[in-house]
């Protein structure tokens, strides 16, 4: 049981750092942590601020 687990696990690590971004080299350097989200929203505005 614990094989599966860690086989699960293994394989959402690996497709977190192949599939995260646009391509693999943008994948590989936003899942390290030195790349910005492409597709996060830029300049989101939340309405709690206007109240």
Known sequence: MFGYGAAIASVALIL????????LSNSLRFALGLAPDAYALKNLKVRSDEI
């Open 16 to 23: 977190f750092l192949t599939q995260s971004s646009k391509n």
